[in-house]
């Protein structure tokens, strides 16, 4: 009987005469009061794979890609039989399942290697993970991605008196496609980048000339330069409207950008990106590039004249010769002086024009020194308020202005004391006015 079953399954599964032939013997077999082992006739495994989630990318993206494995193999016939014993296996089941994603002809990259699912019964799902790199610049489109998958099955069972069971498995291998979509995007390509005015401690512009080497037609664009992490480049001006940006299509856009006075002359990075709207008109932006900026080195300065020699109680005109030993012009520069005790002035600011690298001029200061001064070198601190090329005000670091003070021994120290200054001159004043009165007389 159970060979006729075997006979009727595999001749016309699923018709509907073998189905009521065999309904009519495993019925008759149901009927028996003994207990019965039972043995599938027919089925096997039949797999499909579908993506979890969206299937829908953009060139450049890194993606983690879960396919599901779906196994919805069913058995059309079971034999039910006392003399029968219970296979273990069900042929829908696939066993050992590996999975494995290959690229196809799409323009990606799969990092992970085949997937060890584990044994997949029917009516059952797995997932299989897969890093996925979809390459930048890769063209907009629908491709299919060949899935691989290798089982093993069992194909047939044969029951050897009195109580022992051989089973004959298969190993198959099968490839379903899995279909992904490349979404059209922009990728900023930039072609020239310059700075202009752009030193430590100023502000300049960055030139840039930027193509869209994208497969999107970006409408209303709107380009944008932000800082790159703690790069000392801070854009003043960050966004610049573009308008319709289609593939292949060139901008050229210029930014304001200023730059910390604690930067080197190098190259330093901005970021750039594009805010648009896509053929659906959705608001999009595009991965952001990283931009080299070239930038010159600080305006400086420094004191080059020799120290200034003073006596205590002297009152006098120090010149002060400071050099511009930056990289580019100060405009409209004027040098100030902070006199501390035992120092004064009122006149502590002196005005040096436009000085370009290497140039150099002369400020001249009046200064009074205390008469109880020490008699010792002494460092005053001196800073240059300047105009950069774009007018904007900049400050020097600070610079030390150097005075020796100096006793004066002897004749000349007496005579250059204050006090005997002005009764010297409060006895020639007596003198002059006493001989002036007696010529009068004696006219």
């Given at each position: 009987?159970?060979?006729?079953?075997?006979?009727?399954?595999?001749?016309?599964?699923?018709?509907?005469?073998?189905?009521?032939?065999?309904?009519?013997?495993?019925?008759?077999?149901?009927?028996a009061?003994?207990t019965a082992?039972?043995?599938?006739?027919?089925?096997?495994?039949?797999?499909?794979?579908?993506?979890?989630?969206?299937?829908?990318?953009?060139?450049?993206?890194?993606?983690?890609?879960?396919?599901?494995?779906?196994?919805?193999?069913?058995?059309?016939v079971?034999?039910?039989?006392?003399?029968?014993?219970?296979?273990?296996?069900?042929?829908?089941?696939?066993?050992?399942?590996?999975?494995?994603?290959?690229?196809?002809?799409?323009?990606i990259?799969?990092?992970?290697?085949?997937?060890?699912?584990g044994?997949?019964?029917?009516?059952?799902t797995?997932?299989?993970?897969?890093?996925v790199s979809?390459?930048?610049?890769?063209?907009?489109?629908?491709?299919?991605?060949?899935?691989?998958?290798?089982?093993?099955?069992?194909?047939?069972?044969?029951?050897?008196?009195?109580?022992t069971?051989?089973?004959?498995?298969?190993?198959?291998?099968?490839?379903?496609?899995l279909?992904?979509?490349?979404?059209?995007?922009?990728?900023?390509?930039?072609?020239?980048a310059?700075?202009?005015h752009?030193?430590?401690?100023?502000?300049?512009?960055?030139?840039?000339?930027?193509?869209?080497?994208?497969?999107?037609?970006?409408?209303?664009?709107?380009?944008?330069?932000?800082?790159?992490?703690?790069?000392?480049?801070?854009p003043?001006?960050?966004?610049?409207?573009?308008?319709?940006?289609p593939?292949?299509?060139?901008?050229?856009?210029?930014?304001?950008?200023?730059?910390?006075?604690?930067?080197?002359?190098?190259?330093?990075?901005?970021?750039?990106?594009?805010?648009?709207?896509?053929?659906?008109?959705?608001?999009?932006?595009?991965?952001?590039?990283?931009?080299?900026?070239?930038?010159?080195?600080?305006?400086?300065?420094?004191?080059?004249?020799?120290?200034?020699?003073?006596?205590?109680?002297q009152?006098?005109?120090?010149?002060v010769?400071?050099?511009?030993?930056?990289?580019?012009?100060?405009?409209?520069?004027?040098?100030?002086?902070?006199?501390?005790?035992?120092?004064?002035?009122?006149?502590?600011?002196?005005?040096?024009?436009?000085?370009?690298?290497g140039?150099?001029?002369?400020?001249?200061?009046e200064?009074?020194?205390?008469?109880?001064?020490?008699?010792?070198?002494?460092?005053?601190?001196s800073?240059?308020?300047?105009?950069?090329a774009?007018d904007n005000?900049?400050?020097?670091?600070?610079?030390k202005?150097?005075?020796?003070?100096?006793?004066?021994?002897?004749?000349?120290?007496?005579?250059?004391?204050?006090?005997?200054?002005?009764v010297?001159?409060?006895?020639?004043?007596?003198?002059?006015?006493?001989?002036?009165?007696?010529?009068?007389?004696?006219?």
């Amino acid at each position: 009987m159970r060979e006729n079953l075997r006979m009727i399954a595999k001749i016309a599964p699923g018709s509907g005469i073998a189905a009521l032939l065999c309904v009519a013997l495993l019925g008759a077999l149901l009927a028996a009061p003994v207990t019965a082992g039972e043995e599938y006739l027919y089925g096997n495994p039949k797999l499909g794979v579908t993506i979890s989630g969206t299937n829908e990318f953009s060139p450049g993206d890194d993606v983690s890609l879960a396919v599901k494995v779906q196994n919805t193999g069913t058995y059309d016939v079971k034999l039910v039989q006392s003399t029968l014993l219970t296979t273990g296996d069900n042929p829908t089941t696939a066993k050992l399942l590996r999975v494995s994603l290959l690229p196809g002809s799409a323009p990606i990259t799969v990092k992970t290697d085949t997937q060890m699912v584990g044994d997949l019964t029917g009516g059952s799902t797995a997932t299989a993970t897969f890093t996925v790199s979809i390459a930048r610049g890769a063209a907009a489109g629908t491709y299919e991605l060949p899935v691989r998958m290798q089982y093993t099955y069992l194909e047939d069972v044969e029951q050897l008196p009195p109580d022992t069971v051989r089973y004959y498995y298969t190993d198959r291998e099968e490839t379903i496609p899995l279909t992904i979509r490349i979404k059209p995007d922009v990728e900023l390509g930039v072609t020239e980048a310059t700075s202009e005015h752009l030193n430590v401690g100023t502000e300049g512009y960055l030139n840039l000339r930027v193509r869209n080497d994208g497969t999107d037609d970006a409408r209303n664009a709107v380009m944008k330069l932000s800082r790159n992490d703690d790069s000392p480049l801070v854009p003043t001006d960050s966004s610049i409207f573009i308008g319709n940006y289609p593939p292949g299509a060139e901008a050229s856009v210029r930014f304001k950008v200023s730059v910390s006075s604690n930067a080197e002359a190098q190259s330093y990075p901005v970021d750039l990106s594009l805010e648009y709207l896509d053929a659906d008109g959705n608001s999009a932006t595009s991965e952001t590039v990283t931009v080299g900026v070239p930038v010159g080195g600080k305006i400086d300065f420094a004191v080059v004249s020799e120290p200034t020699r003073v006596n205590p109680g002297q009152k006098v005109v120090i010149p002060v010769e400071i050099k511009n030993t930056g990289a580019v012009t100060a405009y409209n520069a004027q040098a100030r002086l902070s006199a501390v005790d035992p120092f004064t002035s009122n006149d502590d600011t002196a005005y040096l024009g436009d000085l370009a690298p290497g140039e150099s001029a002369v400020a001249r200061f009046e200064i009074t020194v205390d008469s109880g001064a020490t008699a010792k070198s002494y460092g005053l601190d001196s800073e240059v308020r300047y105009r950069d090329a774009l007018d904007n005000t900049q400050i020097s670091d600070t610079m030390k202005v150097d005075i020796d003070v100096v006793s004066v021994d002897g004749l000349v120290g007496f005579l250059s004391s204050p006090i005997v200054l002005s009764v010297i001159i409060a006895l020639i004043i007596g003198a002059g006015y006493y001989l002036l009165k007696m010529r009068r007389k004696e006219a």
